[in-house]
């Protein structure tokens, strides 16, 4: 099969078919379709319908109704009904078609199977253990059920870097109790941090921006904690070193955040952002995708516990400049290794 640029959306051949106009995850499903047409390279979406809720559900997607129109020769013919995740669109586009194609939604009944196939289709190949298996399953859901709301995913981000920042405040204290809420408002900040990406790739709404300030909002949330951490153990046992290390901690955080920034994301991307806001492939970018991992928070929360979040911070300490000198030399040898 070779690549095509044109889409041709029909009835299915099934008896009493769901129309083409029911919702799915907050978007017509003929709609969806179309969206994640054109994200996947094809030029012309095509409709055989003429009816007024398909031309509705479609509305400035840059579908057409084609009704009794002729398709193009070289047109991708696709039921309507099916369900496909915006990977599988693209493949179809290159000429690539999968063996299965998505879900097909004959009846109402299945609608649920294709709405865990698209959320599972969310769940990235790099996460850490306890994203996929634990944090994951919370901000699905609720995505799952911000989808049909108004909701952006830059009010999500901001909505997480509020809650991690409110938690920051508490590790101000060196008590156990108030370390233990600030962790649990910061796992909970992790947790929703996934929502926007999630809303994002299931609203086709993606943006560069809108990676942006995901980047950095995480990032000026680990400072502060860091900071409120160094804060309250130079309180607690009145002496000013502990800022000390709370100044290398974010110091080699934000340092290592600016580096990947410039190196990575600075330059634009072609196209919206779907997993990554690197503009390419090299040791730097998939050292940033590599920050997005999280799973230190879960040491946090056990330290905080027993009122210990300053061990975390003195390892920070030691961990974060190094780290930029890591990022320093692998771009350092990626740059010795690129041909002249």
């Known amino acids: 099969m070779s690549p095509s640029s044109?889409?041709?959306?029909?009835p299915p051949d099934c008896p009493a078919p769901v129309p083409p106009e029911t919702v799915l995850l907050g978007l017509p499903m003929i709609r969806r379709t179309a969206l994640a047409a054109s994200r996947a390279g094809f030029s012309t979406v095509a409709v055989a319908s003429a009816s007024d809720p398909v031309g509705r559900a479609v509305e400035g997607?840059?579908?057409?109704?084609?009704?009794?129109?002729?398709a193009p020769s070289d047109?991708?013919?696709?039921?309507?009904?099916?369900?496909?995740r915006t990977g599988e669109v693209r493949e179809l586009a290159a000429g690539r078609p999968a063996r299965e194609l998505g879900i097909e939604v004959r009846a109402r009944e299945d609608l649920p199977r294709a709405e865990r196939w698209l959320l599972d289709g969310l769940v990235k190949d790099t996460e850490g253990f306890m994203s996929r298996h634990f944090e994951r399953k919370i901000s699905l859901a609720v995505s799952r059920r911000?989808?049909?709301t108004s909701i952006t995913p830059n009010q999500m981000t901001l909505v997480s870097v509020a809650i991690g920042l409110v938690g920051a405040l508490f590790f101000l204290s060196s008590q156990a109790a108030f370390e233990t809420v600030g962790a649990l408002l910061f796992l909970l900040h992790s947790i929703l941090d996934g929502c926007d990406g999630e809303l994002a790739r299931l609203k086709f709404q993606e943006s560069r921006?809108?990676?942006?300030?995901?980047f950095w909002g995480?990032?000026?949330?680990?400072?502060?904690?860091f900071s409120a951490m160094a804060i309250g153990w130079s309180r607690a046992i009145g002496e000013t070193w502990p800022l000390l290390l709370g100044a290398l901690a974010v110091g080699g955080t934000l340092a290592s955040a600016a580096f990947v920034y410039v190196r990575t994301m600075r330059a634009p991307k072609e196209g919206p952002l779907f997993t990554s806001v690197s503009a390419s492939e090299t040791p730097v970018s998939r050292v940033a995708d590599a920050l997005s991992r999280r799973d230190f928070i879960y040491l946090v929360l056990a330290l905080s516990l027993f009122g210990k979040a300053n061990w975390f911070l003195f390892l920070t300490a030691i961990g974060a400049p190094i780290f930029f000198i890591v990022l320093l030399a692998l771009d350092r040898r990626h740059a010795e290794r690129k041909p002249a």
Do not use: I
């Open 6 to 10: 044109a889409l041709l959306l029909v």
């Open 61 to 70: 997607t840059g579908a057409r109704l084609a009704g009794g129109q002729a």
């Open 75 to 84: 047109a991708v013919v696709l039921p309507w009904n099916r369900v496909l």
């Open 146 to 148: 911000l989808a049909a």
């Open 209 to 214: 921006f809108g990676g942006v300030l995901d």
């Open 218 to 225: 995480d990032n000026v949330v680990h400072s502060a904690v």
